[in-house]
């Protein structure tokens, strides 16, 4: 339990992005757009509005892309100055001007599990976020911040999670737990009694999905030292939370947004097709051209 204010958040990339080859060849899958903004700039917004104010990029091998997007483009923004492409400079000023960012290189990709012990010294001893940049989640109040209320209630680790029918829980953490029913947070809160990484159908112990936004106590950096390898031979951050269970409590929340999962390729073309419908310079036009198609 702790009382501390969450100001760090932490964003594993350094996965390989098979799913997108060859579009993540030689380049991060973090940095593909939707419409015209790289995924991993989503989460990073939404972990500034959730009221984090440094960011933990962990990266690895052919992910220098990244800090290029986050650092100053001292000729770009000069070339726009000159230009005289001001709304263009301050988009590009915005993003440089947006955060400190530190990075840490994960030498092999171990799993997430291990991405996150990375993040070890430079969290320190306080609370901090994990956001996966392929979950965008469209929201009213960012899915970070709503979490966060429920930290600051609870003082404990909190999940973001969803439920999800079928055999495609297969593809998540799952979480068993029952809900809390004395709770600011109208049958949303769940208290976890485990989590499972990928079980099969059969196996799930429910239908509530971990989504990829994690508010998680220090303590979680003993277990995961202590977590052997688990699914497809990673170190799963899933199995460290199921040992921290023993000696803290973990809640699950169910957020109100609409997740995009920008990992999968259906996943990344529905974000892409709702984003633009929602912008104003791009979505009236963009609608008019999806309801002339002939499907
Ligand atoms: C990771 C986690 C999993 C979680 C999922 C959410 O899996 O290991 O527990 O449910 O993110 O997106 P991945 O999608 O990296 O296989």
């Known amino acids: 339990m702790t009382n501390k204010r969450v100001r760090k958040a932490v964003f594993p990339a ?19 757009p939707i419409v015209d903004k790289p995924i991993i ?48 400079l301050s988009v590009v000023r915005q993003i440089s001007d947006m955060i400190h960012v530190a990075y840490v290189r994960q030498k092999e990709a171990m799993g997430l ?14 609370p901090f ?14 899915c970070l911040k709503q979490m966060m209320e429920v930290h600051a209630q609870t003082g404990a680790s909190v999940l973001a999670t969803q439920r ?23 049958g949303r809160l769940y208290e976890v009694k485990n989590v499972v990484e990928k079980p099969k159908l059969e196996d799930a112990p429910s239908d509530l999905a971990i989504i990829g ?47 995009h999962d920008a990992g999968d390729k259906l996943g990344f073309l529905k974000a892409t097709v709702e984003f633009a419908l929602k912008r104003a310079e791009l979505g009236p036009q963009f609608r008019d051209y999806l309801s002339r198609l002939k499907l």
């Open 164 to 186: 999800v029918s079928g055999a495609a829980i297969s593809a998540y953490g799952v979480l068993d737990g029952f809900p809390v029913r004395e709770s600011p947070f109208s």
């Open 213 to 259: 936004r994690y508010i998680l106590t220090p303590a979680v950096f003993d277990m995961l030292e202590r977590t052997p390898l688990g699914a497809g031979g990673e170190l799963q951050l899933t199995d460290g939370l199921r040992m921290l269970l023993q000696k803290e409590k973990i809640y699950g929340f169910q957020f109100e947004g609409k997740r």
């Open 41 to 88: 700039q989503y989460g990073v917004e939404e972990a500034l509005a959730a009221g984090c104010d440094q960011i933990i990029i962990i990266t690895g091998r052919g992910k220098t892309a990244i800090e290029d997007h986050f650092d100053v483009s001292y000729e770009l923004e000069k070339m726009l100055e000159e230009r005289g492409k001001l709304e263009l």
């Open 113 to 126: 599990g291990h991405a996150v012990l990375m993040a070890r010294e430079l969290v320190g001893d306080e």
């Open 14 to 32: 350094a996965g390989l992005g098979t799913r997108f080859l060859p579009a993540t060849k030689a380049q991060p899958k973090e940095m593909l």
């Open 129 to 142: 976020a994990v956001l996966l940049a392929d979950d965008v989640i469209d929201a009213e109040v960012p």
